[in-house]
């Protein structure tokens, strides 16, 4: 039974419904079972079915073209890789006929971004074959969020002492310039070109460093 009444401080013409408490309990408990039923547990086929349509790994479900990159780059937000198994097996799997122009257009226009999504701590044990180590591909405006920043320590990539003294020095001038050339940055430091190239691989190894386009990681 729902009774109408007002309380004296209520708002005027503004009714309140009082219900008996056993019976508010049977609503309560018939809503949650009617909400348990709505989700069942499906057979582990029908999962992997859903997920292989969920990643646009089941023929017919792959995407195409610049915009269907951006979208995976969107889904996989957060996701770090091998540099190499980005375009060796997570694209090429999800993007019809994909060419790795597409994913240079995303970075030159400053849509999409690679990075390492996690400072690389000082006494962890890189695989110096790895030159880039394990990078996540992402939207840039999401890279304030998604990206491990190292001002939480309150010290620049130029005073990690765990970074060679070229690699500080490196840091130190994209610090006071902002982005560079290498052949730049060589100049300016009196350095051969291999070491510079050698130097910004640390940086980007260790989190501290990335560039505009995904060229040089594809080499």
């Known amino acids: 039974r729902v009774l109408q009444g007002h309380f004296a401080d209520a708002q005027p013409g503004a009714p309140l419904e009082w219900c ?3 019976l508010l309990q049977r609503i ?10 709505r989700v069942r547990a ?8 859903f997920l292989l349509r969920w990643q646009h790994v089941m ?23 091998p540099a190499a198994a980005w375009e060796r097996d997570i694209l090429p799997a999800r993007i019809h006929d994909y060419a ?26 890189l695989n110096p074959r790895a030159r880039a180590g394990a990078v996540g591909l ?17 010290a620049p990539p130029s005073t990690w002492p765990h970074l060679s003294p070229l690699a500080r020095e490196v840091a130190a001038l994209l610090e006071r310039r902002g982005a560079a050339f290498v052949a730049d940055l060589g100049t300016a430091l009196n350095r051969a070109a291999p ?25």
């Open 20 to 22: 008996e408490r056993g």
């Open 28 to 37: 309560h408990r018939r809503t949650i079972g009617t909400l348990r039923e």
């Open 42 to 49: 499906v057979p582990p086929a029908d999962f992997v079915r």
């Open 59 to 81: 023929p017919g479900t792959r995407l195409h073209g610049v915009e269907g990159v951006a979208k995976v780059v969107e889904q996989l937000e957060g996701l770090e890789l």
């Open 100 to 125: 790795p122009a597409m994913l240079d257009e995303l970075c030159l226009s400053g849509e999409v971004a690679w990075a390492r999504l996690r400072v690389t701590p000082p006494e962890a044990e």
């Open 138 to 154: 992402f939207a840039r405006t999401h890279a304030p969020w998604l990206i491990d920043p190292y001002e939480k320590t309150d």
């Open 195 to 219: 070491e510079v190239d050698d130097a910004l691989w640390e940086l980007a190894r260790t989190g501290a460093a990335t560039s505009d386009g995904f060229a040089g990681l594809r080499v």
